[in-house]
């Protein structure tokens, strides 16, 4: 019979550390002492007598197996030098992984070919940085499907065969494409009315990928910009461009503000290069109607310094105003120029949320229309002035305060132009009053009184 054994004595202990011990891996894990450490803990432990051999085979065999399942990647260097290599080793790998997610396409690129040298090593930083995202199941979920998917391994044996490919592949002449592109041209214009921005881009990309000389060509640029603007819109921040008045004399300051507003649920981080400044380009669009129906146009830029980091929280809105200089946008000789200003911004990152992206944010445009000093008195009701010109003034100024009416003005207006219209004594001034009418409503039904009428009837009919 065993002899009684001091059960106190027998617990379990944890072992002592000694002063000095490294605890903690590369990657925070808790290191387990050396085996030549855990064999001197486990020998140097008074036997208890009758229990040695007992006592000594579960502890070796605890020892054994902890050691097998310390990783290896996490067992202390050698050396110092070693120990320096693998340290800056993963530095490289978490700077090519940041590199990866940044909105810089070379820096995308870079991250990649920098991983593709380091191989397999890589792999338990990526998974890391994947479950630190909370991406973790989705990776699991990816790979598990990929396996149900196949081998990636494709042999040309697995392909069709060019008879097989020949005899099915359909003759289409070039018209019939474009009928094809159109369809799906109108397949991502619906989606877009009804606010699918997102799906709309995939199809126009993939059109155009495939046919980039399609006669359509011009129409789906168009859609798709129309889209990314609406996603920035809709999605991360409202962005205008505010003038402090619509109609200005030419010559005056008129101070134009930028405007973002954060409709997305997280904050906002706009981020510029960090060896430039923040900048905004303005490009203003200048356009001359002429009595006679031609439009001279012109255009010119600036650019506008702002913060190099503009940080926006959820509903909150930022801000930055900057001079108009109308003098530029008029010569004397003309009376009046209309000028829409439009504004944008190409930062280098935005950080919305984990993703970060490098997106360009573009401005609702303003419109400012400037007229020569002698209409000043006018400005206060352009409508009135209409009136008082047509019963007793210039072409010139009949035709500068017709253009400046808005809204239910403008409405107003159009309706007494075509009342004049019927009344016109010569030719000449119905033309003159097409042509006008023309400019307000983008209509072209020529100097007929009678088709002016009735497009204004349906018109109305079309309001209520």
């Given at each position: 019979m065993l002899p009684a054994r001091d059960m106190k004595s027998d617990r379990l202990e944890r072992p002592p550390v000694e002063k000095g011990t490294k605890l903690v891996g590369a990657h925070g894990r808790i290191l387990m002492p050396t085996l030549r450490a855990r064999k001197r803990l486990v020998l140097d432990r008074p036997p208890v007598p009758?229990?040695?051999?007992?006592?000594l085979s579960m502890r070796s065999l605890f020892a054994i197996l902890c050691l097998q399942a310390l990783p290896a990647q996490d067992a202390p260097p050698p050396d110092k030098k070693a120990e320096e290599a693998y340290l800056k080793r993963v530095k490289r790998i978490q700077q090519a992984i940041d590199w990866l997610v940044d909105g810089d396409a070379d820096l995308r690129a870079a991250g990649?070919?920098?991983?593709?040298?380091?191989?397999?090593?890589?792999?338990?930083?990526?998974?890391?940085?994947?479950?630190?995202?909370?991406?973790?199941?989705?990776?699991?979920?990816?790979?598990?499907?990929?396996?149900?998917?196949?081998?990636?391994?494709?042999?040309?044996?697995?392909?069709?065969?060019?008879?097989?490919?020949?005899?099915?592949?359909?003759?289409?002449?070039?018209d019939q494409v474009d009928k094809y592109v159109f369809v799906k041209y109108h397949e991502a214009w619906s989606l877009a009315k009804k606010g699918r921005y997102e799906k709309a881009v995939e199809i126009v990309q993939a059109v155009l990928v495939l046919e980039p000389r399609t006669a359509h060509s011009e129409g789906l640029r168009r859609l798709r910009r129309f889209c990314?603007?609406?996603?920035?819109?809709?999605?991360?921040?409202?962005?205008?461009?505010?003038?402090?008045?619509?109609?200005?004399?030419?010559?005056?300051?008129?101070?134009?503000?930028?405007?973002?507003?954060?409709?997305?649920?997280?904050?906002?981080?706009?981020?510029?290069?960090?060896?430039?400044?923040?900048?905004?380009?303005?490009?203003?669009?200048?356009?001359?109607?002429?009595?006679?129906?031609?439009v001279h146009e012109a255009s010119k830029s600036q650019e506008i310094r702002i913060e190099k980091e503009i940080s926006i929280a959820v509903g909150a809105e930022w801000e930055s105003s900057f001079p108009m200089d109308t003098g530029t946008a008029l010569e004397e000789a003309q009376e009046l120029r209309i000028v829409q200003v439009q504004a944008w911004m190409q930062p280098s990152r935005i950080d919305l949320g984990t993703i970060p992206t490098n997106r360009r944010i573009v401005f609702e445009p303003a419109v400012v229309k400037i007229v020569s000093?002698?209409?000043?008195?006018?400005?206060?009701?352009?409508?009135?002035?209409?009136?008082?010109?047509?019963?007793?003034?210039?072409?010139?100024?009949?035709?500068?305060?017709?253009?400046?009416?808005?809204?239910?003005?403008?409405?107003?207006g159009i309706e007494l132009l075509i009342g004049a219209m019927r009344h016109a004594e010569s030719r000449v001034g119905q033309t003159f009053l097409a042509t006008l009418l023309t400019f307000l409503t983008e209509q072209k039904l020529g100097p007929d009184p009678r088709a002016w009428r009735a497009w204004w009837e349906d018109h109305k009919k079309g309001q209520r």
């Amino acid at each position: 019979m065993l002899p009684a054994r001091d059960m106190k004595s027998d617990r379990l202990e944890r072992p002592p550390v000694e002063k000095g011990t490294k605890l903690v891996g590369a990657h925070g894990r808790i290191l387990m002492p050396t085996l030549r450490a855990r064999k001197r803990l486990v020998l140097d432990r008074p036997p208890v007598p009758g229990f040695n051999a007992v006592y000594l085979s579960m502890r070796s065999l605890f020892a054994i197996l902890c050691l097998q399942a310390l990783p290896a990647q996490d067992a202390p260097p050698p050396d110092k030098k070693a120990e320096e290599a693998y340290l800056k080793r993963v530095k490289r790998i978490q700077q090519a992984i940041d590199w990866l997610v940044d909105g810089d396409a070379d820096l995308r690129a870079a991250g990649r070919k920098i991983l593709r040298e380091i191989g397999p090593e890589a792999i338990p930083f990526l998974e890391r940085r994947l479950a630190d995202r909370g991406m973790g199941e989705v990776y699991a979920t990816l790979r598990e499907l990929r396996t149900r998917e196949g081998n990636f391994w494709v042999e040309e044996k697995d392909l069709p065969t060019a008879e097989q490919m020949d005899k099915d592949v359909p003759k289409l002449a070039r018209d019939q494409v474009d009928k094809y592109v159109f369809v799906k041209y109108h397949e991502a214009w619906s989606l877009a009315k009804k606010g699918r921005y997102e799906k709309a881009v995939e199809i126009v990309q993939a059109v155009l990928v495939l046919e980039p000389r399609t006669a359509h060509s011009e129409g789906l640029r168009r859609l798709r910009r129309f889209c990314d603007i609406r996603i920035t819109q809709t999605t991360m921040c409202e962005a205008q461009a505010i003038p402090a008045k619509t109609i200005a004399i030419a010559g005056e300051k008129v101070e134009v503000k930028l405007r973002l507003r954060n409709v997305s649920k997280q904050p906002i981080l706009i981020a510029f290069p960090a060896d430039g400044q923040g900048f905004a380009v303005v490009d203003y669009s200048i356009r001359v109607p002429m009595p006679k129906g031609d439009v001279h146009e012109a255009s010119k830029s600036q650019e506008i310094r702002i913060e190099k980091e503009i940080s926006i929280a959820v509903g909150a809105e930022w801000e930055s105003s900057f001079p108009m200089d109308t003098g530029t946008a008029l010569e004397e000789a003309q009376e009046l120029r209309i000028v829409q200003v439009q504004a944008w911004m190409q930062p280098s990152r935005i950080d919305l949320g984990t993703i970060p992206t490098n997106r360009r944010i573009v401005f609702e445009p303003a419109v400012v229309k400037i007229v020569s000093r002698k209409y000043e008195k006018d400005l206060t009701n352009p409508l009135a002035a209409l009136g008082r010109y047509m019963d007793g003034g210039t072409v010139n100024d009949v035709f500068v305060m017709a253009l400046l009416l808005e809204k239910e003005d403008r409405e107003k207006g159009i309706e007494l132009l075509i009342g004049a219209m019927r009344h016109a004594e010569s030719r000449v001034g119905q033309t003159f009053l097409a042509t006008l009418l023309t400019f307000l409503t983008e209509q072209k039904l020529g100097p007929d009184p009678r088709a002016w009428r009735a497009w204004w009837e349906d018109h109305k009919k079309g309001q209520r």
